[in-house]
């Protein structure tokens, strides 16, 4: 999973990436003028289940899902109007999801650069540059497939003016300036779309960074696959830094739940429609990522390709039940051990062993 952290400059965007991951990275130093920067981390992904399987089958390794953040500079107010730059657009395309990191705090040391702190402008600001960039592109793919129509010898000409549909659907709702993640598709269409890396159909988590004694209460509108959450950024930041002891107290005596990494991953995991299951043996217990409605196949294809190909049964369990029984041998005398075949849909905290026919070999 790949997350792209943006924001408009000064915003915090490094000071959540850092609360994120752990890291120490400068603030306020990033690239300033619209000049591309990044930053990255892979972050272990926290699941107590990993903790507890590990426990039970005490494996050689443990290895958690992952997560992989990109701290992206280069968003400016208005850059959409005149078109992103061509590494900034190609880094953002990269990306399953963005977190829009919205300054939500004052600090007169580090002043706005619109001069005033005002979270439902900068957001707009920044959607409304991703829209853009959508409805150039669209507007150019529209101008091709016009071309292709004018000039004759297409393939497959019905396939192409169904194209041109959709591509007239995409452009009405852009106009409209409805984000195309809005926009209902077919199956097919999002198979048809699936190569376009439109910034508005991504997934979207808004972060509101507030100040340390801010109120988390933020009133926005819910719309089809967005998230929010209001951040103390710098507080948080402070907190991951610190070791695990000192965090508990640190969490405890500001009254915070839980640290912001565990909300932001559980918050993207249902944005990209995400779900985990578990591979365990004694050589390795480990956390696997698939999106939901993935079949057996599909999460066979995840720990291996030669598992996908070669692909025959599954032995399926679910960690609650392990849970309840409490070893492998009591699962499988309650009834609750099943073999699946390719059709069966992959459950959150399923935990899978695989049968499969090993490829021939050349």
């Not at 880094?91 to 580090?110: K, T, Y």
Request: charged residues 30%.
């Amino acid at each position: 999973m790949k997350l792209g952290i943006i924001g408009l400059p000064q915003s915090g965007k490094t000071t959540v990436f850092n609360a994120l991951t752990g890291g120490s990275k400068p603030v306020g130093q990033m690239a300033g003028g619209g000049r591309f920067e990044v930053n990255y981390a892979v972050v272990n992904v926290s699941d107590e289940r990993v903790d507890r399987l590990s426990a039970i089958f005490k494996p050689k390794k443990t290895i958690y899902a992952h997560v992989m953040y990109a701290d992206i500079a280069g968003l400016e107010e208005g850059t959409g109007k005149s078109g992103f730059s061509g590494p900034l657009l190609n880094q953002l395309a990269q990306m399953d999801g963005l977190i829009h990191v919205v300054r939500a705090f004052e600090n007169p040391s580090v002043p706005h650069p619109s001069g005033s702190i005002n979270p439902s402008r900068d957001v707009n600001a920044v959607e409304t540059d991703l829209l853009l960039q959508d409805l150039v592109a669209v507007e150019r793919k529209l101008e091709r497939i016009s071309d292709d129509l004018r000039k004759g010898g297409v393939k497959d000409k019905g396939a192409v003016q169904r194209e041109q549909v959709l591509f007239q659907r995409l452009h009405e709702a852009l106009s409209a300036e409805r984000p195309l993640r809005e926009v209902e598709l077919t199956h097919e269409e999002e198979k048809n779309l699936s190569s376009y890396a439109f910034l508005t159909r991504k997934p979207l988590l808004t972060v509101f960074n507030i100040g340390d004694d801010d109120p988390e209460e933020i009133a926005v509108e819910n719309k089809p696959h967005t998230g929010h959450v209001a951040l103390r950024g710098r507080l948080e930041m402070e907190i991951a830094q610190l070791s695990p002891e000192d965090a508990a107290t640190f969490l405890a005596d500001y009254g915070i739940s839980e640290p912001s990494l565990r909300r932001m991953i559980r918050l993207s995991y249902e944005l990209l429609g995400l779900l985990s299951f578990f591979t365990v043996g004694e050589d390795e217990v480990r956390a696997w990522t698939v999106k939901r409605g993935a079949n057996a196949p599909d999460a066979a294809g995840e720990v291996h390709t030669d598992l996908r190909e070669g692909f025959i049964r599954a032995e399926v369990y679910s960690y609650d039940d392990l849970m309840e029984a409490g070893g492998v041998a009591e699962v499988k005398a309650k009834g609750k051990f099943r073999l699946e075949g390719k059709e069966y849909i992959v459950k959150d905290g399923d935990i899978l062993n695989i049968r499969f026919s090993p490829p021939a070999k050349k």
